[in-house]
């Protein structure tokens, strides 16, 4: 029977772990010997320099990875029966998750908070258009979208600073991103909500969008929109936060 390495799968793939397996080898002669090798460089070849050691096992828990990046694993299996050694190898490709960029709110910063609203006023229900080909984040100022085909009102991201801004996707701990046909609120003006301060803000001084950072504010001084209220004092980028500027229409910074 031809000496044959077992497949290789995934078991969980997080931003910066990997979770692998592979099936046990069959043919030639037990017991059998595993070595894992990573690269971040397709059809490598297995080597001193892309070991991953003590990874000796069917199981491997690999750490310390790139978020973002994708890794090609190989699994080397060695035959030692009857004093000869034959290797056979398995590969699988793994790409790891995309980090969080600050305005995607790391659950960490705010565990146990559902719904960024204060009660149940200046919140609507909306809906991502099916036009959005990137994900709305929390926290991101959107605009309302012709809607044709009735029901719920239609929003995008916005997008230039002609854009009318009617308010922020509402940030929920369950959904870190909103796509193309997902219900989502909408925080109106008058409501409290968080948003990602991009440098120290003063408690209760006038804050402004920050074109650089999606959801994200600066504190006023200069010429971009005025958006509400620091509710929170800030000395360095984080979460705050802001209680928005009632009964208006505004453009993007």
């Known amino acids: 029977m031809t000496f044959t390495a077992g497949a290789l799968s995934k078991v969980l ?12 080898a069959s043919g030639g002669t037990g017991p059998y010997n595993y070595q894992w090798y990573r690269s971040t460089t397709t059809g490598f070849s ?10 000796t096992s069917l199981s491997l828990n690999d750490s310390g990875l790139i978020p973002g990046t994708t890794y090609y694993y190989v699994v080397v299996a060695t035959d030692t029966g009857n004093g000869n050694v034959t290797a056979n ?6 790409g790891t998750e995309p980090s969080l960029s600050p305005n995607q709110f790391a659950q960490s910063l705010v565990v146990g908070l559902i719904d960024m609203k204060i009660g149940s006023t200046n919140v609507i229900a909306a809906q991502v258009d099916a036009s959005v080909t990137s994900q709305i984040f929390p926290g991101q100022g959107v605009k309302i979208v012709a809607n044709t085909s009735g029901g719920i009102p239609k929003v995008a991201p916005i997008s230039s600073k002609s854009d009318q801004c009617i308010g922020f996707a509402a940030f929920n701990i369950k959904d ?11 925080a109106l003006f008058g409501t409290v909500i ?7 803000i003063t408690q209760f001084a006038e804050v402004c969008l920050d074109s650089t950072y999606v959801g994200g504010v600066q504190a006023t001084g200069n010429t971009a929109t005025w958006v509400g209220w620091a509710m929170d004092g800030a000395s ?10 009632p009964n208006v229409s505004f453009a993007t910074a």
């Open 194 to 200: 968080w948003l990602y301060a991009t440098g120290a």
């Open 236 to 245: 360095a980028a984080g979460l705050i936060r802001v209680m928005l500027m």
């Open 13 to 24: 793939v997080g931003q910066s772990t990997a979770q692998l397996s592979s099936a046990a």
């Open 89 to 94: 190898s398995s590969q699988l490709t793994v």
């Open 46 to 55: 297995p080597g001193a320099g892309n070991i991953i050691s003590g990874a």
């Open 176 to 186: 870190l991103l909103y796509v193309a046909g997902q219900n989502l609120e909408i």
